[in-house]
């Protein structure tokens, strides 16, 4: 179980990472070509939005790697399951149902390394 639960949080992790990276970083306007929702939001909140994903992504790996703080881990999975299910209700809304998987797979993801490392 414990290499399947690493497995998971590296995956995790380097997509969150990545991802918050790059919210985080680059302009609104880049941005939105790919990413419908960011033009609902302003560029502050796009860049607070990369930057959690960004410490959630480095908290599903650093902490259990390190066994300092060990419970910033599974804290850090149910922040971003959390924000998986805030971004499912915000493609609800705007009725962009195309993504909505995506955000239910990575909160689910989110949710067994939760569990597991709890």
Partial sequence: MNVFLWIL???LGAAFIMAGAMKASQPKEKLAKNMTWVE???PGTVKFIG???LLGGLGLILPWA???????TP?????LA???VLAVADHVRAK???VILINVI????????AIGRF
């Fill in 9 to 11: 949080q590296g995956l």
């Fill in 40 to 42: 609902r939001r302003t």
């Fill in 51 to 53: 930057t959690t994903e």
């Fill in 66 to 72: 390190t066994g300092i703080a060990t419970i910033l």
């Fill in 75 to 79: 804290l850090a999975a149910v922040g």
């Fill in 82 to 84: 959390l924000i998986m």
């Fill in 96 to 98: 962009e149902y195309q």
């Fill in 106 to 113: 990575l909160g689910a993801l989110a949710v067994v390394i």
